[in-house]
């Protein structure tokens, strides 16, 4: 069974960096793709960026020139960092696993709220 857990700080000033790591058991992220997703307060589910366990990388096009994803696959983690950060930036922040197709594994979930 594939799980995962996101860790990070829950709380961000604004214009730092957004920094959250992502623990797989289970499975290994050199195999299938991993991502990130968030959640703003009221909104939806957005798209922030992926790779594949293959080590190819992509990123929204809304948020490329801030945000970057690596990997450790000694410790089979996966890291997203965001750089200056606003308000808007709050969110509940997931990180995910593909089966097939579909986003199908995915961790609790962790709130992180950019604020002074």
């Known amino acids: 069974q594939v799980q995962l857990q996101e860790s990070g700080p829950g709380l961000v000033k604004p214009s730092q960096t957004l920094s959250l790591t992502c623990t797989v058991s289970?499975?290994?992220?050199?195999?299938?793709?991993w991502t990130w997703i968030r959640q703003p307060p009221g909104e939806g589910l957005e798209w922030m960026g992926a790779?594949?366990?293959?080590?190819?990388?992509d990123y929204s096009s809304s948020l490329k020139s801030r945000i970057s994803i690596s990997r450790d696959t000694s410790k089979n983690q996966f890291t997203l960092q965001l750089n200056s950060v606003t308000p808007e930036d709050t969110a509940v922040y997931y990180c995910?696993?593909?089966?097939?197709?579909?986003?199908?594994?995915w961790g609790q979930g962790t709130q992180v709220t950019v604020s002074s």
């Open positions: 289970g499975g290994s992220i050199t195999s299938k793709s």
């Open positions: 995910a696993g593909s089966y097939g197709t579909t986003w199908y594994y």
């Open positions: 790779f594949r366990g293959g080590g190819s990388f």
